[in-house]
């Protein structure tokens, strides 16, 4: 549901009041407001126990000349994102019309905690089976090998300061010298 304008915000709440007043029968088993991140960030957080799969071209776009990256990522038009049960949709959208807020189905619950982001017009996947928990749970374990170095140019100096052995050995006092004289107003 898009909401990017005051009415269009207007119409959408009462679509969501409505379905809220229907109490046990309410159709939305889940919402996300869609902000930063657009819907990027939006779907993948609301099905992030379950998994889904996603039809970039469903989504509602008023510019045919948008990459996949912007569409998926856009931020322009908030909107708000739904989780409906299957057998309520007719319902929704029956409710959605009467309020004439603007909807669309744009992908389904697949249940294999996994994110798929299908893109029919070039017949790709830009995000193909990715597991839910790289993105929002646990990333995966980062190993390091670490290794010890003798230290270049002899042993290390003890007390005073450690030379830096990529340092440049030329000198910075001219030009320190000119910004301070300048900075006084005697340049």
Known sequence: MQRDNPEMQRRCQELINRCIGLGVDNPILSIHDVGAGGLSNACPELVQEVGARFDLRAIPNDD?????????????????????????????????????????????????????????????????????????????????????????????PVGGPVPDPHRRRGSHRPLVHRVHRLGHGHG
Request: overall charge positive; some cysteine; hydrophobic content about 40%.
């Open 64 to 156: 045919p000349g948008m990459s996949p990256m912007q569409i998926w990522c856009n931020e322009a038009q908030e909107r708000y994102v739904l989780v409906i049960r299957r057998d309520t949709l007719e319902g929704f959208a029956a409710m959605a019309r009467r309020e004439r807020c603007l909807f669309a189905v744009v992908g389904e619950i697949t249940g294999d905690q996994t994110l798929t982001l299908h893109d029919p017009l070039f017949d790709t996947y830009p995000i193909d089976h990715l597991d839910l928990q790289v993105i929002l749970g646990k990333p995966p374990r980062l190993t390091r090998r670490v290794q010890h170095r003798a230290w270049p140019g002899g042993p290390r």
